[in-house]
T-cell receptor
Framework: GAVVSQHPSWVICKSGTSVKIECRSLDFQATTMFWYRQFPKQSLMLMAT?????????EQGVEKDKFLINHASLTLSTLTVTSAHPEDSSFYIC??????????????FGPGTRLTVL | GQQVMQIPQYQHVQEGEDFTTYCNSSTTLSNIQWYKQRPGGHPVFLIQ?????EVKKQKRLTFQFGEAKKNSSLHITATQTTDVGTYFCAGGGNYGQNFVFGPGTRLSVLP
């Protein structure tokens, strides 16, 4: 079945550095991908919608210049946390919907990336 | 590792009928969350259950957490066309672990 992968699965970085997280749809094309962040024991919070070939749509309160999203191809979206600070430490999850056209739509979640900023 | 399953995968109901989806975890959960995703949209948080045997209601939706904290259910009474979507459960492990999502149950409501 369809799979969404994320890389890296975990990353530790120093404050002030930038971190790039990749989200890939492995056997289907995703014109749209969603990026979430999740703090322990809390619910998923949608950060932005990544659109292939156009600008991402950010949710209210999410800094566009801090969380850079690039949807470079139909199978890859990247989230770059720029000038990361300890408060950015979180679990980042992407999801990609599969709209096959001939069957029901399905949402696939990536395994997540745990970011720790020292 | 922890696995979360949901049944059924799909459910078609006539408007006005009831609907139930079940969520089962391979391990004991610290808590469980439910999300709803409308067609073309993104998952939206519905509720979180924490206590063993807990039951919570939101209008026509009833959420239940099993006594052993390994399963949960979402029941919708008298479905409406606005209930159409995919319902995901997400199980939280112990020690502050992040949630693992179930594969979702897709609900279709025929008018």
């Amino acid at each position: 079945g369809a799979v969404v992968s994320q890389h890296p699965s975990w990353v530790i970085c120093k404050s002030g550095t930038s971190v790039k997280i990749e989200c890939r749809s492995l056997d289907f094309q995703a014109t749209t991908m969603f990026w979430y962040r999740q703090f322990p024991k809390q619910s998923l919070m949608l950060m932005a919608t990544s659109n292939e070939g156009s600008k991402a749509t950010y949710e209210q309160g999410v800094e566009k210049d801090k969380f850079l999203i690039n949807h470079a191809s139909l199978t890859l979206s990247t989230l770059t946390v720029t000038s990361a600070h300890p408060e950015d430490s979180s679990f980042y999850i992407c999801s990609a919907p599969d709209y096959p056209g001939t069957g029901p739509d399905t949402q696939y979640f990536g395994p997540g990336t745990r970011l720790t900023v020292l | 590792g922890q696995q979360v399953m949901q049944i059924p995968q799909y459910q078609h109901v006539q408007e006005g009928e009831d609907f139930t989806t079940y969520c089962n975890s391979s391990t004991t959960l610290s808590n469980i969350q439910w999300y709803k995703q409308r067609p073309g949209g993104h998952p939206v948080f519905l509720i979180q259950l924490v206590k063993s045997g807990e039951v919570k209601k939101q209008k026509r939706l009833t959420f239940q957490f099993g006594e052993a904290k390994k399963n949960s259910s979402l029941h919708i009474t008298a479905t409406q066309t606005t209930d159409v979507g995919t319902y995901f459960c997400a199980g939280g492990g112990n020690y502050g672990q992040n949630f693992v999502f179930g594969p979702g149950t897709r609900l279709s409501v025929l008018p």
